[in-house]
């Protein structure tokens, strides 16, 4: 009996153990999840203060088109209306002014070390042919706002921007000039580093020590990273060329719903990332081609279920084996009596009417059965002795 109640406690014990480890995974799978989604709204709305910056500021400039000496001064506006913006500028169509040029383009930026200082000035001759460009090309042809792909900045060659892009048009109705508000790539890598460091340090200790850390990042429609904590792979690194298949994981289906900007259903699918088990939880950052994407390792979600469900596990089981133990101790410290009493049953058959009953204190029915049998003894004693005499 003993040995199937430890068995059923052991059973018991490890089905708890097994739906709290499903229900951590699931609990810490949303902490994840639920990062993700404040950092991405939090890039959107760096995302949202361009687009007002910008967009205040383009109806001053559609109107004042005849006063290009003019344009400087809204480019600075911009620049400081815009606390991420680091640079702005208006370019115009082939000889729109031809008095400046073939190229103008009014500018104006950020001092990278100073930050409340702001700079402008035209540039024409020390243009690189922007009329060729495929951005600036794309935006006359779709006359529409959109998110440029990353580029290095001009002036570093080192620092990664995106350029929120405005057709500009004239009283006509004509697209003249594309109006770009650029925004540093570093400042959101860094951002997401730091959210990162948050979540792993103080809700993932565990993870965090053993250096099984999530890590989120921002790439374009097509794979490309823009931002990451390896900076060696911005721009030259393709997020779709390290997603692998993991336990019959539809990667595909994964890599055509981040095409499509279409938000992660929650799965807790597992993929291979640089060759490491992981779960992945993305979203589209709204008005861009833009996808926020956090990678967790399972090996750090999956330790800290094997943590929490041993805990429950051990909770559990050390009571009830401690209960079991105890139940077999007291039961048999409650039977020895019965035992001596068989023994003295045993006794009396064979004619050993004086042998000696067990001392049992209480009033209960073992204490009943050894008075009735103590007395059964002394008629029996006495109809011996009525026979010797």
Not at 154 to 160: A, F, L, N, S, V
Not at 211 to 234: A, C, E, L, V
Not at 263 to 284: I, T
Not at 302 to 307: E, K, R
Request: charged content about 20%; hydrophobic content about 35%.
């Amino acid at each position: 009996m003993f040995v199937w109640m430890i068995i059923i406690v052991i059973l018991v014990s490890y089905a708890l153990f097994y739906f709290e480890g499903q229900s951590t995974r699931q609990f810490y799978s949303e902490i994840y999840h639920n990062k993700m989604l404040v950092t991405n709204e939090y890039t959107r709305r760096v995302i949202s203060d361009v687009y007002v910056a910008v967009t205040n500021n383009l109806y001053y400039l559609e109107q004042s088109l005849n006063n290009p000496d003019s344009h400087k001064a809204t480019m600075k506006r911009i620049v400081r209306s815009g606390t991420r913006i680091r640079s702005c500028g208006v370019s115009f169509i082939e000889d729109y002014y031809p008095q400046k040029g073939p190229q103008y383009c009014s500018y104006a930026w950020r001092d990278p070390y100073r930050p409340d200082s702001v700079y402008s000035q035209d540039r024409t001759n020390d243009l690189r042919n922007y009329l060729s460009a495929d951005w600036f090309l794309t935006v006359l042809k779709t006359d529409s706002a959109q998110w440029s792909a990353p580029f290095y900045d001009h002036y570093d060659e080192r620092t990664t921007l995106s350029a929120y892009m405005v057709p500009v048009h004239d009283k006509t109705g004509r697209v003249v000039a594309v109006l770009g508000a650029d925004v540093s790539l570093d400042w959101f890598t860094n951002k997401l580093n730091e959210a990162d460091s948050v979540i792993n340090k103080s809700k993932m200790f565990m993870a965090s020590m053993f250096r099984m850390k999530s890590n989120s990042f921002i790439i374009n429609r097509d794979g490309t990273y823009m931002t990451h904590s390896d900076k060696w792979r911005i721009m030259k690194d393709n997020f779709f060329m390290q997603l692998g298949t993991c336990d019959g994981s539809n990667t595909e289906g994964v890599v055509n719903r981040i095409i499509n900007g279409i938000e992660d259903n929650k799965s807790l699918e597992r993929f291979l990332v640089d060759g490491q088990e992981c779960y992945l939880f993305y979203k589209p950052v709204k008005y861009t081609q833009w996808i926020l994407v956090t990678v967790v390792p399972c090996k750090a979600v999956d330790t800290l279920c094997y943590l929490n469900g041993a805990t429950v596990f051990l909770i559990v089981l050390l009571p009830m084996l401690l209960l079991v133990f105890m139940s077999y101790y007291y039961t048999k410290k409650a039977t020895k009596p019965l035992k001596q009493l068989i023994q003295v049953t045993n006794d009396m058959t064979y004619g050993k009417l004086d042998t000696h009953l067990p001392n049992v204190d209480g009033d209960d029915e073992i204490c009943q059965l050894t008075d009735s049998l103590e007395d059964v003894q002394a008629i029996l004693y006495e109809l011996e002795n009525k026979k010797g005499a």
